[in-house]
Each structure stands twice: as C-alpha cells, then as structure tokens.
C-alpha cells in the first residue's frame, strides 16, 4: 500500500530543498522581524514560532516567492526563489490563504484540476484517497462556497498534498481542524518526511510542533532562536491568545 503523502507524488531532491541566510522580510522597507536563518534539508521538517504578528506568515510568503525579500539571501532547491520558473513551481506546494480555490469547480473538480495539472496520471484515483482522508467523500460534488469554514480549510489542506513537490509551506495549518483531523494531519507530514518531502510550517499549536517538526524557529523584533520541538512546544504554550 502507498504510504500517506504517497511516495509518487514526492519529487526528492539534493541537500538542501531550502536556506536563508540572513533574510529580511517587511512592507515599505521595514522589517517586520530580526534576520531569519535557516537550512532545511530533505525529510525534515522547520516550524516558525512566535507571536501574532511576528512575521512568521511574512517569511513563508516570501519562501513561495509571493514578498520580494528586503535583505540577505534566500534560496529554494539551490536558486534564488522566482515562482516564474516551472522549476519552482513544481517543487513547491503551499497553504496559505482560505480562498485559493476555483468557485466555480466542485470540490473533486478543484482537486483533479491541481493533480492532472501538476501531472499526476493516476489523478481521479488521488482524489479519491485525499476526499477519503480529509472527510469530503459526501461533499465531492458540493461547490467550495457551501461548505463550511472548516471544510474549506480541509480542501485547501487536501489541494496541497494533490501534486508532486519537494517543499511543503504551510501557513498554521490547525485552523478550524478537530483534534481527531489535526492528528491525522501530523500523522501524514510525519509520513511526508519519512517518503522525503520537506515541511516548513508556521504554527501555534504546541502539539503539531512536536509530533511534526524537527527543530523550530521562534521568530521576535529583535532576535530569533533555533528550539527543539520540545521546547517550542513550551514557548508556544505560554504565548498570549
């Protein structure tokens, strides 16, 4: 049996999938964090910590190439990020914002489209292992807009694990999940890192942190620190809500 995350849909690549060094992130030229380094290498996985308003989002927007960095130097399979090229934009999958699908596209739609674009040829029977695990058997035919927030989140979740990639970028992906659906999810980037796949995420849920990253990354105004999981889960659960 395929393994979740699903071997096939992973493309491995050489050391390292993605390094900063040194990298400013802002709006109007001011940064919104200290200088962010770090080295993320295949079948491991970074989470970024801290704050609201930290600038953890700030950071994954301009690893997808969607923020032009203010300073230092970041890269992505060894190339200065340029979501432009199909070398990019094959190797990296993210979730980031709750509206990145087609409206007009049924939720089984939404995920073939994604799969068979990104070249999976076996693309109808993805959809159908991803609406299994993600509950949205019964709302395969259901239009994006009729489901609730939480099952949004699960087709965006779902959308991301749909086609190849080497990097995996997920925006705090505890948002609107039960506890029953976010272990599943941390049971299947476990299984991400274990076919090979990279997984950076920002997130404030202490036990994802732990069951799925291999050190974290507290971001602050005026300096970031390099945690094991195990302590960033601490840190997280004594930030204010």
Request: net charge negative.
């Amino acid at each position: 049996m395929r393994p979740p995350g699903g071997r096939s849909t992973l493309a491995v690549v050489p050391q390292p999938v993605a390094r900063a060094q040194d990298l400013l992130v802002g709006y109007g030229g001011a940064p919104v964090c200290a200088p962010v380094t770090f080295t993320l290498h295949p079948g491991r996985a970074l989470a970024l910590v801290g704050a609201n308003g930290s600038g953890k989002s700030t950071v994954l927007r301009a690893v997808i190439g969607l923020l032009e960095p203010a300073g230092g130097t970041l890269t992505v399979l060894g190339r200065p990020v340029d979501e432009r090229t199909v070398e990019f934009r094959s190797a990296v999958s993210s979730v980031l914002d709750d509206d990145a699908y087609f409206p007009s596209l049924s939720v089984a739609e939404h995920l073939y489209l994604v799969a068979r674009g990104h070249g999976v040829l076996d693309a109808w029977d993805r959809v159908d292992e991803l609406l299994d695990e993600f509950g949205l058997a019964d709302h395969a035919r259901s239009l994006p807009v009729s489901l609730s927030s939480g099952q949004r989140r699960r087709l965006l979740l779902a959308a991301g694990f749909a086609r190849p990639r080497s990097l995996l970028v997920l925006d705090e992906p505890e948002q609107r999940l039960d506890r029953r659906m976010l272990s599943a999810l941390a049971d299947r980037l476990v299984a991400e890192k274990a076919a090979g796949g990279a997984v950076l995420m920002a997130s404030h849920d202490p036990e994802l942190v732990r069951a799925v990253a291999d050190r974290a990354l507290h971001l602050d105004d005026h300096a970031n620190e390099l945690l094991s999981a195990a302590d960033a889960a601490e840190r997280i659960a004594r930030i204010p809500s």
